[in-house]
Structure formats: structure tokens, C-alpha cells
């Protein structure tokens, strides 16, 4: 017997019409009973859709429902037949997978995979067994097994693949039998033994509603219970030829059906910001004739809902993406995510990353751990070592007292920072503990891993108004599901794992999980394209009508190439575009207004080619279409977007102007050059004491590069060694102090780029001994390293000025006792103190001359000569001295005079342009890369004293 094939009319929505088929069939007297009835629908929000209309059907009438059980296709299947044994989840199947390819032959191996792992725990076991999971999955929808692929692909001349399907084939003979012998199933082979066995039957009539495409397996099980079903089928009777007796399309027919797609339907638009406009066009060419429940947008491609929904928020109007967004994105999601990264690699970068999660954030905050503060030192920490490795062993470093000669603030910060990390190491270690024990079955992680979300979460809030609180509720308790599925998996399968391969074991079975939009009555629905066709808003506009995704593209599949798959009866590219066509047709015939959006290009510009169903049409129109969308010397569309809210009041951010502050009485010999180059960036950094901190540093900066050649050759200048002639006795020195300053800096942790670094170091030092030899030789001894003076003050117009500063070394000719004050420059050039200070006879920078201020007590009336060791990465080292005179010196003393006098009258405006060099650090603020950028404006009068 064959299946009750009934035609509904196309010119009304299918929902509705089949909701009316049933209760004209099964309503009697005043009851429509439909308890005797299975209703099959291709997906969970048309069944909900068919049983709304059920009920407005039924109080329309005065009718009782008592309504039928409304399933999918997917889920049909078990209602046929009784499973003789259990069903393995997805995880064991996976697992059965993966222990079926260790289990098999070196030979059979070497023809599946490239390269074979050495260990079972091995990821790639498990990643190739879902792959071969998701094939035997197809395969058996249409009754086929590996084998089987063997004996068909034979038949293809091109077909070269039969050594490796036969080797496939021998892998999935031992996953059944290893779900065998834990006596379990998956579903794929209950429904194949249930059809062979003819064990399919029914006691409820069946009714399939729009189920256009079905695989062989299905329709195998509807055969044997052929008397209990109806197949409603959107479209008229006279279209009977196109459909075969399940009431699925014919592919072969509708390869050749034109599309009832008239001008009028079609909008063309460029890039995908473009489309999101036409699809506000296109609900404003509706004329307000629809209400926002009345209006459905299709998403073949749904990288595009998040732009529509923004622009249709800009016209007062929400947007519900039905599928809902993927729990990838949710925050218990991501933290797990950090987790594993910091479990696997155990890095630095990744533990910032961890630290830096919104939810471990806001924890550390009710720990009383201020996370602006933590972050601060976090970044300070990283860009100063750049480490690499993580552990609860800190830089020397930052761990020692200062010296001497050392700046007791700077330790003192450095001193802030260790407390601060440690602090933060230390809470983070608690948090994770129960994740760090040895290696156990994946149900034994289930209670750590709960103890850490709880750890995370258990004091979480939730208030039901808000979105992103109830996402994070979701991916919880999906979760906790999952766990709680490990209890399913059989000892024999479940190997000792890892925390971070458990949580991967939870992540992997979560890939596709989706949550929910919330319901909105007044939101207008947004559905992917293959729900479109059952969907009874009678206003749908479609987006991306491109080939690729209207039909959809086959994908390059690594076992089922597309000609392999025709040959097997699987779903290909000429079945998917028959199955299209017949959506479109059936779109186009049961609503009131529909529109398609064409693209042209991508986000990148890459050129987007019209969907093939724009030219199942007769020759005239396809030449007309072509041309249309062809054409790129068109000018762009501009859309008429109705906008229902004001517009925004453009701004032009200003340059903000200096603000009161307190008086500056001292500065630093280094910040003249400072002020010189860009009066307003002084202020930002000297003034407010703003500044960049990083978190990306992959080396040393410059800064640090400096310091650490700094700390090295300070070392030496207070060592022993420090007055021999010898260059290997000063490079031994050298070398020894450089590995003591890389231990301090805990460099052997550090990232690969520092060990460049620390190479390179070696390198100048082992050029520098030369230099030093040589100039020892010449009479010269060094006195004082890192000489630190207190206070140097000076007096300008009667008032107290203190200079403050540090010389990195003075050295006294042992014969004529002259002085040299000399400042070690490790940058790569090696720039003169001439050229370093002057341009153009101006002085740019007053550090050495006022060297001498700070010298005036402790070598008053002393013959000093001020000059350079400069240290480059190429060129030899060299001791440069400054060719200043007397009147040099008192020029400099004038532009330091006029500088103090500036900054006491708080003149920092405005901002210098062009930028100088290397002030990208406040870049921003000054917005130097803004054309016609517009400064806060500042009076003429206050102008001088920087707008007070």
C-alpha cells in the first residue's frame, strides 16, 4: 500500500492549511480528537506554529482539542520501533570512535590518516573519530554502510578511494562491535536493523507536514507502516509529477522549473551594511501594512543578523533571531575556554587572559582585590620581564632591596607590584586547585570542575529582565547536563584524562548547542532560510539570494567528494538546488510580499556571484537579470530608510585643554626634553602622570632593553674589575654580571625574543670591554656609578626650583684629575650628545648641561667635560664628548630658566604640531591622526597660563 499523498493550496500559508486538513479530517461532533494522531514536521518552531493554529482553528469553530504529538523529522524515527538496547550519547559514540582507530591495523591506519599518533590520549583519535561519526551518521540515513561505499564508488571511473574506504569499513565493523559488547546502540543502526528486520510499526495515523526532502532511511520506515500515513504536500495537485510517493521533491524534475521571481521581488544591494539597509527599504516599501509579527527575515547567511538587527534598531524596531546565538559566546563558556589555555600551556600570557574574564574580574573585586589596581601591575609586570612561563617564582628582581645608588621609589613600586601579584597568584591557585590533580576518569572531574563554577558563579545573581545574566544562567546549567553525562560513558571507553581534556570533553559536546531568544510579540522574526517555506508571516524579505547560499555550497569534504556523493544517493549540489527551488516557488506562492536581497561583494569586497534561482527564468529575463547584476559601473543604491528616531547630535571630540593643578617645584634633569618637544604631552605625563601600559610586549621595550644594559653596567662600574685595562678580565666581568642581571629578571622564564635580547646584550658588552679597555689605557678611572643626588636647587627669580636626577658614571683622569661625566645611550644609533641636544643651534634637550647643577656641591669648581658612552647594536662603542662652551652652558641655562617660568605659569598649551617623534603614547588625546582635528578653545587672555 502505498502513502496518502494530499496536495494543499499553495495560495494560502501551509501551516494553516494543514492545521485546517486535520481538523477537517479527524473533528467530530464538537471535539477534534488528534490523541491518535503524530504530526511530523521538519522543525521544532513550525510544530509550535501548527499547534497555535490548531487552537485558534479549533475556538474559531467551538471546537474541544485535544491536540496530537507534534514531532520532527529527526525525532520520528523512535516512534516506529522499539530499541533493543540503550542508546550511547554522543560522547561515548565519539569514544568508540576514537578507540576503534587505535584498535586498528598499521596498514589501515597509514590509509586513513596522514600521520598516525604515538599516544591514546592523543586529541587527533578523538577529532578523527567525530568526523567518521558525522559520516556514518549520513551514510546511514540513506542505508549505507563503509562497505557499501567500496561496492558503489567502484561503479565511478574517477573513484580511487577504495583502499581507504575498505580500511574505513574494517574501523566501523569494530565500533559497533565495540557498542556491542557494552551492549548499546547508536541510532543510526537500531533504525537500519529495525528496517531490515521489518520491525516498523504505528497504532497512530501519520501525518507529514511539508517534509519536501527525506533521507532513504525514513522513507524505508514509513514504507512498512505505508497505510497510517498522509503526506501533505505545499503545492496544487497539478504539480503531482514533481513529488514521489513519500511526497518528497524529485530533484531531476526540479533542475529545469522556472521560479515565479518577477523585478518587482528582487533588490540589489553592495556589501552586507548595504543589505541590512535594503531590508529596512523593504519594510518601508510594505507601506505599514504589516505588523511586526506579520513581517519574517530569511538568513541563508547568519553573519548578517547581527548588522540588521542594529539597523533595524536604529528605526525603533527589534529583531529576534529564532535559531538563537550560540552558547560559544556566553561567559561560562569563555572562562572555560581561559581555563583550558591556562591548564594546557601554563603561560603568562594566558594567565592574564584568565584574570582578565569579566566573572574572575568581578570576583577578585568582592575578594577585595581592586582590579583596576591588580591590572596596573599585571601590565607593568609583563611589559618590564615580558615572561613567559608562570609559576609562583618571582624576579629577584623585584624581590631585592635597593642599593645604594638605587631610586628608592622605584624599588618601592616594585616592592607594590610583587605584593599585588602574589596576592593575585595566590587567590587564582585556591580557585583552581580542584582542577589540578593527576589524571582521573571523566566523571571524576565532574564535582571539581562543578566546584570551580560554583567557586565563580555560586553567588550569581540572576534577574530574569536581563538577557546576558539569563545566558549565563543557560550555559551553566547546559553545563551541568553535560556533566552529568559522563555518569553514561563505560568504564571501558572512559579514559584517565586531564582537567583541561574533561573540560574539552564537556566543550565538545556543547559545539552546537543554541539558546533561545527570549519571545518578543513585537519583534519581527528573523529565521534561517530553510525554515522560510512553513513559516505563515505573510511579509518575508530574504537576504543574501547569492549562489553559496541560495543553494547552499557543498562543502570540500575530506571522505565524500560531490560526485561520490551523487553516485551514493546522498544529499549534492543538484539535490540541494532542486530542494531550493521548490522553498523559493513555495515562498513566492503562499505570501503576500516578498522581497530578495542580491549582494555584490562581501566585507572584504570580495565579489558575491546572484543565486542561480534568479535565472530559472526564460532567456529575456536572464539577460535582463545578468546585465542588472553584473553591471559595476552602477552607481550605489542609496536606500530611503525611514528613521523613527531623532538623529544624534553630531560631536567633534575636542582636544581637552590643561586643567588646574598643583604648582610643579622640581623636575627631573630629563624632563627639560620633555617639555621642549610638546608643552601639552608634558602635562599629560609629567603633570597628570598619565601613561601607556601595555599587555602585549613580546620583548623588551627600549626602556627596559635600557635598563637592564643600565643595571649591568653599574654592576661593573662598583666591581672590582672596574679600573683594569685588560678587555678579557672587563669581559668576563661583564659576561658574569649580565647572567647575575638575567637571573635577577628571571629572563630564563622569559618569552624567546628576551633570549634574543639577552644575546644581543651580551654582545654590545663584549664590543663595550674593548672600549673601556682602551680608554682605561688613556688615564681615565671610574669614580662614581649611578651617582644619586638628593636635591639640587636653584634659585629662578628668587623662587626655589629642585632639579633631581642620577648620573650613570664619572670618571677622573688619574693625571690631570679632570672630571667626565658621562650617560651611558643604548639606543641603536648611537647619536652624538651635539646632535642628541641641539638642532639648528636650538636646544631640544638640557640633560647634560644640567648635569652640571647637579654636580655643584659635591664637585664644586672641578674641571668637568660632559659627554656619551654610547652602546649601539651595530657600530662600535664609543665615548662621545659634548663640544659646549662656556656661553654653550649659559644658553642652556637660559632656556632651563624660561622652561621653569613657563611651567609656574602653567603654560602647556597647545598641543605641538607636527607630533614629535616617538609621542604615539598619547597619540589619542591629542588625536594627531584625526584630519581637522579641533582643540578645546582657549581665550587669548588664559592662553598663556594654560586656560585658568
Keep these: 500500500m502505498q502513502i496518502n499523498r ?275 527599504h523593504a519594510i518601508g516599501q510594505s507601506k505599514g501594512q504589516y505588523s511586526a509579527e506579520e513581517i519574517t527575515i530569511g538568513f541563508p547567511n547568519e553573519s548578517l543578523v547581527p548588522q540588521v538587527q542594529r539597523q533595524l534598531k536604529q528605526c525603533s524596531l527589534e529583531g529576534r533571531w529564532g535559531p538563537g546565538t550560540s552558547i560559544e559566546a556566553t561567559r561560562p563558556i569563555q572562562l572555560l575556554r581561559c581555563v583550558i589555555d591556562l591548564l594546557q600551556r601554563k603561560r603568562f600570557a594566558q594567565y592574564a587572559e584568565f584574570l582578565r574574564h569579566p566573572d574572575v574580574y568581578h570576583l577578585l573585586k568582592q575578594k577585595g582585590i581592586e582590579p583596576t589596581g591588580f591590572l596596573k601591575h599585571l601590565d607593568r609586570y609583563q611589559t618590564e620581564y615580558v615572561p613567559q612561563t608562570l609559576d609562583n617564582r618571582w624576579p629577584e628582581r623585584l624581590t631585592d632591596s635597593p642599593n645604594n645608588s638605587e631610586n628608592v621609589a622605584g624599588s618601592t613600586a616594585r616592592s607594590s607590584t610583587l605584593n599585588v601579584l602574589m596576592q593575585v597568584y595566590d587567590f587564582t591557585a585556591e580557585l583552581l586547585s580542584p582542577l589540578q590533580a593527576s589524571d582521573r576518569k571523566p566523571l571524576e572531574w565532574a564535582e571539581p570542575i562543578l566546584q570551580f563554577l560554583h567557586s565563580v558563579y555560586g553567588e550569581f545573581v540572576v534577574s530574569v529582565d536581563d538577557a546576558q545574566e539569563s545566558k549565563t544562567l543557560f550555559a551553566c546549567d547546559c553545563i551541568r547536563q553535560t556533566l552529568e553525562d559522563f555518569s553514561h560513558l563505560p568504564d571501558q571507553l572512559a579514559p584517565d584524562v586531564s582537567a583541561d581534556q574533561a573540560l574539552l570533553m564537556v566543550l565538545s559536546q556543547l559545539t552546537t548547542q543554541l539558546i533561545p531568544a527570549p519571545l518578543n510579540a513585537d519583534s519581527i522574526e528573523m529565521l534561517g532560510w530553510l525554515e522560510l517555506p512553513l513559516d505563515d508571516a505573510p511579509c518575508t524579505i530574504l537576504t543574501y539570494f547569492n549562489d553559496g547560499y541560495v543553494p547552499a555550497a557543498i562543502g570540500s569534504d575530506l571522505f565524500l567528494p560531490n560526485r561520490l556523493r551523487s553516485q551514493l544517493g546522498l544529499e549534492d549540489s543538484d539535490r540541494m538546488y532542486a530542494r531550493d527551488t521548490y522553498a523559493l516557488t513555495a515562498l513566492l506562492q503562499t505570501k503576500e510580499f516578498v522581497r530578495v536581497i542580491v549582494g555584490r561583494h562581501t566585507d572584504q569586497g570580495d565579489p558575491l556571484t546572484p543565486s542561480r534561482l534568479l535565472f530559472a527564468t526564460d532567456d529575456e529575463a536572464i539577460v535582463r ?77 627600549a626602556n627596559s632593553f635600557g635598563t637592564f644594559l643600565h643595571e649591568v653596567l653599574d654592576a661593573f662600574g662598583q666591581s672590582a674589575d672596574r679600573d683594569s685595562s685588560d678587555e678579557i678580565t672587563i669581559s668576563n666581568c661583564l659576561n658574569d654580571l649580565l647572567n647575575e642581571s638575567a637571573q635577577r629578571w628571571a629572563m630564563e622564564r622569559a618569552r624567546p625574543a628576551v633570549q634574543v635580547q639577552l644575546e644581543q646584550a651580551r654582545h654590545r658588552l663584549a664590543k663595550f670591554a674593548q672600549a673601556q679597555a682602551r680608554r682605561r689605557r688613556e688615564g681615565w678611572i671610574i669614580e662614581a656609578s649611578e651617582f644619586n643626588v638628593e636635591d639640587s636647587v636653584i634659585h629662578v627669580d628668587g623662587e626655589r626650583f629642585t632639579l633631581k636626577g642620577r648620573i650613570d658614571r664619572i670618571d677622573r683622569h688619574e693625571i690631570t684629575g679632570k672630571l667626565a661625566v658621562l650617560d651611558y645611550k643604548t639606543g641603536d644609533s648611537g647619536t652624538s650628545p651635539e646632535k642628541a641636544h641641539r638642532k639648528a643651534d636650538e636646544w631640544i634637550d638640557l640633560q647634560l648641561p644640567l648635569y652640571r647643577h647637579l654636580l655643584s656641591r659635591a664637585y664644586a669648581n672641578q674641571p668637568i667635560e660632559l659627554g656619551y658612552v654610547v652602546l649601539p647594536k651595530s657600530a662600535e662603542p664609543q665615548f662621545l664628548m659634548a663640544p659646549w662652551s662656556t656661553a654653550d652652558f649659559e644658553s642652556a641655562d637660559e632656556v632651563m630658566y624660561t622652561i621653569i617660568r613657563k611651567i609656574r605659569d602653567r603654560q602647556f598649551w597647545p598641543p605641538a604640531t607636527p607630533p614629535p617623534a616617538f609621542s604615539e603614547d598619547f597619540a589619542a588625546i591629542c588625536q594627531d591622526t584625526v584630519f581637522d582635528r579641533q582643540l578645546a578653545h582657549v581665550s587669548v587672555d588664559n592662553a598663556s597660563s594654560g586656560g585658568f
Design 6 to 280: 494530499v496536495f494543499l493550496d499553495w495560495t494560502r500559508p501551509a501551516l494553516p492549511n494543514a492545521a485546517e486538513y486535520l481538523i477537517n479530517r479527524f473533528a467530530r461532533r464538537r471535539i477534534c480528537d488528534l490523541t491518535d494522531v503524530v504530526v511530523v514536521v521538519p522543525g521544532g518552531r513550525a510544530g509550535r506554529r501548527l499547534r497555535e493554529w490548531l487552537v485558534t482553528l479549533c475556538a474559531d469553530r467551538n471546537l474541544s482539542l485535544f491536540p496530537p504529538d507534534i514531532t520532527t523529522t529527526g525525532q520520528f524515527p523512535e516512534l516506529l520501533y522499539t530499541a533493543k538496547q540503550a542508546f550511547a550519547n554522543s560522547l561515548t559514540q565519539q569514544l568508540a570512535w576514537a578507540k576503534a582507530l587505535q584498535q586498528a591495523s598499521t596498514d589501515d591506519l597509514k590509509l586513513i590518516m596522514k600521520e598516525v599518533p604515538d599516544r591514546t590520549d592523543d586529541p587527533r583519535w578523538t577529532e578523527l573519530g567525530s568526523l567518521l561519526q558525522k559520516q556514518h551518521r549520513e551514510l546511514a540515513g540513506e542505508g549505507l554502510d563503509f562497505q557499501q561505499v567500496v561496492q558503489i564508488g567502484s561503479l565511478l571511473e574517477s573513484f580511487d578511494e577504495g583502499d581507504r574506504w575498505t580500511a574505513l569499513s574494517h574501523v566501523q565493523a569494530a565500533y559497533l562491535q565495540i557498542l556491542d559488547q557494552l551492549q548499546l546502540w547508536d541510532r543510526q543502526t537500531a533504525r537500519l536493523y529495525a528496517i531490515q528486520h521489518r520491525e516498523c510499526q504505528a497504532d497512530k495515523q501519520i501525518v507529514l507536514v511539508g517534509a519536501a526532502d527525506m533521507n532513504s532511511a525514513m522513507r524505508q520506515m514509513l514504507d512498512q507502516v505505508a497505510d497510517k500515513v498522509t503526506a501533505l504536500i505545499v503545492a496544487p495537485e497539478r504539480f503531482q509529477n514533481r513529488f514521489d510517493s513519500h511526497g518528497c521533491i524529485v530533484p531531476q524534475v526540479w533542475q529545469n522549473v522556472y521560479v515565479p521571481l518577477d523585478e518587482q521581488h528582487v533588490l540589489r544591494a553592495d556589501r552586507p551594511t548595504d543589505q541590512a539597509q535594503a531590508v529596512v
Design 625 to 701: 537579470r545578468a546585465l542588472a547584476s553584473f553591471d559595476d559601473d552602477q552607481d550605489p543604491v542609496e536606500w530611503n530608510v525611514p528613521q523613527r528616531i531623532p538623529q544624534l547630535e553630531q560631536h567633534r571630540f575636542e582636544v581637552p585643554a590643561p586643567q588646574a593643578s598643583d604648582a610643579v617645584n622640581s623636575l627631573s634633569v630629563t624632563d627639560f626634553r620633555a617639555y621642549l618637544a610638546c608643552p601639552y604631552r608634558f602635562y599629560l605625563n609629567r603633570v597628570l602622570r598619565l601613561g601607556p601600559l601595555r599587555d602585549d610586549a613580546a620583548e623588551l621595550g
